[in-house]
């Protein structure tokens, strides 16, 4: 699932903290993911700093079309806003 925000415009775009998930190379060989720890421009294009989850190292990352960004920030206010209603 994908979850770029459309009204950015065209391409992707990150934040700093979102997750990077990219799809294996291959059917059967597992993907990628890692955190977005710099940006090289403000308005959140590619290309990104990210720490990658599998080495702990950190990479000029250029997204291609088997990338999408998880904005983690977004998913992680929503669940709290409900438990609060739910109290």
């Known amino acids: ?19 990077i998930v990219v799809g294996g190379p291959t059917v059967g060989k597992p993907g990628r993911d890692g955190e977005v720890v710099a940006l090289h421009h403000q308005d959140g294009t590619p290309p990104y700093d990210v720490r ?25 206010a929503r669940p709290a806003a409900s438990s609060r209603s739910a109290q």
């Not at 979850?3 to 992707?12: D, E, K, L, R």
Request: aromatic residues 10%; negative net charge; without cysteine.
């Open 52 to 76: 990658w989850s599998d080495t702990g190292r950190t990479t000029v990352f250029f997204p291609g079309p088997d990338a999408h960004v998880r904005h983690l920030h977004e998913g992680a």
């Open 1 to 19: 699932m994908n979850t770029y925000a459309p009204g950015h415009g065209p391409g992707i775009h990150a934040e700093v903290g979102d997750q």
